[in-house]
Nanobody
Framework: QEQLFEYGGGSVQAGGSLKLSCAIIGFRLDVGSVGWFLQLPGEEREGVAT???????SYSDSVKGRFTISQNIAKNTVYLQMNSLKPEDTAMYYCAATRTIDSSRAADFDYWGQGAQVTVSS
């Protein structure tokens, strides 16, 4: 079965950095896309960043220039480096995978991790 595990969440002061990791089992990074999504209580999941099998990336406007998504094929792991964090970045962050290439829509992602809480204090 496809399984995704997020690591690296926590609390940080505004302006600080965190790095999230997504370890993936049962899904090859060269056959689809992996993305990071955030979710606030009672709201739909919102795309943050995606990376496809060709290492093409996309970002939401709110994180562009601050966050970087990358992958390590050998480790079957995807990362989200989060720099210059702001209090408004506080959310639950989910890693997800799809075999649809070049997708950034939450509805197109089939496999989801358990989520990692990121809290940014002022």
């Amino acid at each position: 079965q496809e399984q995704l595990f997020e690591y690296g969440g926590g609390s940080v002061q505004a302006g600080g950095s965190l790095k999230l990791s997504c370890a993936i089992i049962g899904f090859r990074l060269d056959v689809g896309s992996v993305g990071w999504f955030l979710q606030l209580p009672g709201e739909e999941r919102e795309g943050v960043a995606t990376i496809d099998s060709g290492c093409d990336t996309s970002y939401s406007d709110s994180v562009k220039g601050r966050f970087t998504i990358s992958q390590n094929i050998a480790k079957n792991t995807v990362y989200l480096q989060m720099n210059s964090l702001k209090p408004e970045d506080t959310a639950m962050y989910y890693c997800a995978a799809t075999r649809t290439i070049d997708s950034s829509r939450a509805a197109d992602f089939d496999y989801w991790g358990q989520g990692a809480q990121v809290t940014v204090s002022s």
